[in-house]
Structures are given as C-alpha cells and as structure tokens.
C-alpha cells in the first residue's frame, strides 16, 4: 500500500499539473472539514476479508453525514437518487485497492459510499491482487495525475 500511495501522490504532484495543492491525511485523521475543504479525492484501501480496511471505514463513518451524505430508512447509504444536493456532490475521486485473494467487496463497498455522496468517479478503480508490480505503480501515477489534471481549471 506504501508504494502504491507514494506513486498516486507523485502523480498527483505532477509537475506539468499546475495549481493543484495536495493534502495527504491518513484515514484515521482526516475529518470532515478536510473533506469540505477538498475539491477532489484519491482514496486508497487494503481488501479485508472482503471489505474496505477498518480505517477506511471509520473516516467513512464519521464524515459521511457532516459532507452531506444520504442514508436510506435502513440507514444504509442512500441511492445516490439524493445525492445531487450532497455538499461534495460531483468532486472527481480515484480509488485504489490492494488484496491478497479477491477486491470485489472492498470496492462495492467504497462505491456504495461514494455514489451516496454524489462524488463521480474520475478514473478506473486501480485493483492489485498480489504482489505489486511495476505496472500497478504505474497506473497508480497515472491515477493520482488524472484525479489532479480534473482539478485544474
């Protein structure tokens, strides 16, 4: 995962994308106002036992209803037929995901959160399984630069 991070943040931090200021927070510290705050979003997680990492979770959960977020009556996340009034509604993000034996869950869980919040994928989900390769890095700096280059007017 501490590779594939590095390589998003270097492409994020392409020097022919001008104007972009980058912010890593770790999902354990970022809070809602560095979601407010954010015109855009790379988000990475481990695949666990066929879910998003705990950490990821835990930001999930404790800044899903403060950014706008919509639940449906069970209280899960709504259908997105809400989200277009979410206050991060329509901001691009990128996802990326590292497993062992299978990403399915993992991902299907990110993106019922994020369609709930209305935020519009900006590039296909990066998924690596195994050991990461130089391909994957280099699909994760294409990533971290394609979710940039969205944010330069």
Same mark, same amino acid.
């Given at each position: 995962m501490r590779a594939l991070l590095e390589r998003v943040e270097a492409g994020a931090h =392409?020097?022919?994308?001008? #104007?972009? /200021?980058? !912010?890593v927070r770790p999902a %354990?510290?970022? $809070?809602? =106002?560095?979601?407010? #705050?954010? /015109?855009? *979003?790379l988000? @990475? $997680? $481990?695949?666990?036992? #066929?879910y998003m990492s705990g950490a %990821?979770?835990?930001?999930?959960?404790? $800044?899903?209803l403060a950014v706008g977020g919509a639940l449906d009556p069970s209280g899960a996340p709504g259908d997105g037929a809400d989200a277009e009034d979410a206050t991060t509604a329509g901001r691009p993000y990128g996802l990326w995901l590292h497993g062992r034996y299978d990403l399915t869950g993992a991902e299907r869980?990110?993106?019922s959160i994020v369609g709930a919040l @209305?935020?519009?994928q900006g590039y /296909? !989900?990066?998924? !690596?399984? @195994?050991?990461?390769?130089? +391909?994957?890095?280099?699909? +994760? *700096?294409v990533l971290g630069a394609t979710i940039a280059a969205l944010l330069v007017d």
């Open positions: =392409d020097d022919e994308i001008p #104007g972009v /200021d980058v !912010v %354990l510290e970022a $809070t809602s =106002d560095d979601v407010l #705050g954010a /015109d855009g *979003y988000l @990475g $997680t $481990t695949a666990n036992f #066929g %990821l979770k835990h930001f999930f959960d404790s $800044t899903f869980s990110v993106q @209305g935020w519009r /296909d !989900v990066l998924g !690596v399984l @195994g050991p990461v390769e130089d +391909a994957a890095l280099e699909s +994760a *700096y």
